[in-house]
């Protein structure tokens, strides 16, 4: 069985928090340059323009692309031949975020108790979502999910009878109701299928596909552009001024599901993304 | 786009009647910072009676919780967060005196009808440009209720910082303007 320290883990977690908050990964600049052309209003433009001089400015200059460097969340696929020495993950990776936000300069926003409310003071604990899998290696995702925009999910579970139709109204409803909150244009998550959890956890791992991608089922790639193009007729637009680039992408990830049930879950994620992953 | 409204704080009445939803507005002087705990702890303490820890009257209120500075520099990021989350405690900051609100996202109807009526007007800067909006930050100093950390109430002084009029004193709203235009 390969052996991993845990100390390999605490580095490349710390890395991947600095990297994700200060370098808005291609994909996501490039979205941003196409949404520009093809933006109907001047402000709108305007604002994507200011959205791509914000990443300059935050990668040249060391500013956090936000101020608000989010829920460290992590997935994780961990090879079921790999082990790690000298401490335990959960730890190590707590480890990292602590050291990645101190380091960083990177805004603390975890409070201990959802009504105590008090600063943990490290950014600490992340939430991490962890899957086994065939293999030595250990793939880390990290996301730094912002308050503001993560408010604006939802989800429901729809009779089987609801189909497309159905999916279609929950989630252009989510979005028109988030309107100008979530920092358009945003990144639209959707988990489709398996249950109440599966559905909210598909739904924010959809969110690191490259953005732009379509699923490799031609079906829900069909939904996926459908979607897209009745958000962006909502006129919501960059910073909910107005405009016709209101999403930059619909991406779904699917799961079978009980015969009763068809769950639909809503990640919204803001225009500034952050995410890193690294393979040990 | 048209030409930008200097305004310099504080504000007065006069200030905010010459402005108009959509205006873009650059800002010179001082801002308030406060975000959720902040409103709920000065709300709290004007319940108590007791005196608030910074005149309120003219100010524009910015809801911040920036990233830490950096050695050597005034602030970290500090774009805005979202509105919303403050307008259980918008009107009474209002009745205090407040001129301005800035912050991204739609506000509630009673906000806005106080707006109306205490004469002041709701900003919104652009959000997620937390690094851009910095640059236009030149110092920047805790006043008050330094233990909630990155909620604490800080002045900071700016020098053309950029918003825009959402909500004006007559009835207008730039998001909803902007979305009848661009509806399909």
């Known amino acids: 069985m390969r052996q991993i320290d845990k100390q390999t883990i605490v580095h490349a977690v710390k890395n991947l928090c600095i990297e994700a908050n200060y370098n808005l990964k291609e994909d996501l600049t490039s979205a941003l340059r196409m949404a520009r052309e093809r933006e109907k209003s001047e402000i709108g433009r305007e604002v994507l323009g200011q959205l791509l001089e914000n990443a300059e400015i935050a990668r040249k200059d060391l500013y956090p692309l936000c101020q608000d460097t989010g829920v460290a969340v992590f997935f994780i696929?961990?090879?079921?031949?790999?082990?790690?020495?000298?401490?335990g993950l959960y730890d190590a990776i707590n480890q990292g975020v602590r050291e990645g936000y101190s380091e960083g300069f990177l805004r603390k926003s975890i409070v201990v108790h959802p009504l105590k409310r008090v600063n943990t003071g490290d950014n600490t604990p992340a939430i991490i979502h962890l899957e086994i899998v065939p293999g030595d290696k250990i793939k880390i995702d990290f996301m730094a999910k912002g308050g503001g925009c993560e408010n604006m999910s939802g989800l429901t579970i729809l009779t089987p009878a609801a189909g497309i139709a159905g999916i279609k109204e929950f989630v252009i409803k989510r979005v028109k109701e988030a309107g100008s909150n979530p920092c358009p244009p945003i990144i639209v998550g959707v988990g489709m299928g398996g249950n109440f959890e599966k559905a909210a956890i598909l739904s924010k791992k959809a969110l690191l596909r490259p953005i732009g991608t379509r699923s490799n089922d031609p079906d829900v790639?069909?939904?996926?552009?459908?979607?897209?193009?009745?958000?962006?007729?909502?006129?919501?637009?960059?910073?909910?001024?107005?405009?016709?680039?209101?999403?930059?992408?619909v991406q779904i990830e699917v799961f079978p599901c009980h015969i009763a049930s068809l769950p639909v879950a809503v990640n919204i994620e803001c225009h500034s993304h952050r995410h890193a992953e690294v393979i040990l | 786009m048209k030409t930008p409204v200097r305004l310099t704080t504080p504000l007065t009445d006069k200030d905010i009647e010459n402005l108009k939803a959509g205006d873009n507005v650059l800002i010179d002087g001082v801002l308030i910072t406060a975000?959720?705990?902040?409103?709920?702890?000065?709300?709290?303490?004007?319940?108590?009676?007791?005196?608030?820890?910074?005149?309120?009257?003219?100010?524009?209120?910015?809801?911040?919780?920036?990233?830490?500075?950096?050695p050597g520099r005034p602030i970290g990021s500090a774009g805005p967060t979202t509105s919303y989350r403050m307008d259980a405690y918008a009107t009474r900051l209002m009745e205090e005196g407040i001129k301005g609100m800035i912050g991204k996202g739609k506000r509630s109807p009673a906000v806005i009808e106080a707006m109306k009526k205490y004469k002041c007007v709701y900003f919104a800067a652009v959000g997620g440009a937390g690094a851009l909006l910095a640059k236009k930050i030149t110092a920047s100093e805790i006043v008050a209720y330094?233990?909630?950390?990155?909620?604490?109430?800080?002045?900071?002084?700016?020098?053309?910082?950029?918003?825009?009029?959402i909500n004006d004193i007559f009835?207008?709203?730039?998001?909803?303007m902007g979305v009848d235009r661009f509806k399909a």
């Open chain 1, 77 to 87: 696929e961990m090879g079921q031949e790999v082990s790690v020495t000298g401490g």
């Open chain 1, 221 to 249: 790639a069909r939904l996926e552009e459908e979607i897209l193009d009745e958000i962006n007729r909502l006129g919501i637009g960059p910073q909910g001024l107005g405009g016709s680039v209101t999403a930059l992408s």
């Open chain 2, 35 to 70: 975000r959720d705990a902040a409103h709920k702890r000065l709300v709290e303490e004007m319940d108590r009676g007791k005196t608030l820890p910074l005149e309120l009257s003219g100010q524009v209120i910015y809801y911040v919780g920036p990233s830490p500075a950096r």
């Open chain 2, 146 to 165: 330094e233990d909630l950390g990155p909620e604490a109430i800080r002045k900071l002084t700016v020098k053309d910082f950029p918003v825009i009029v």
């Open chain 2, 171 to 176: 009835g207008g709203d730039a998001y909803i």
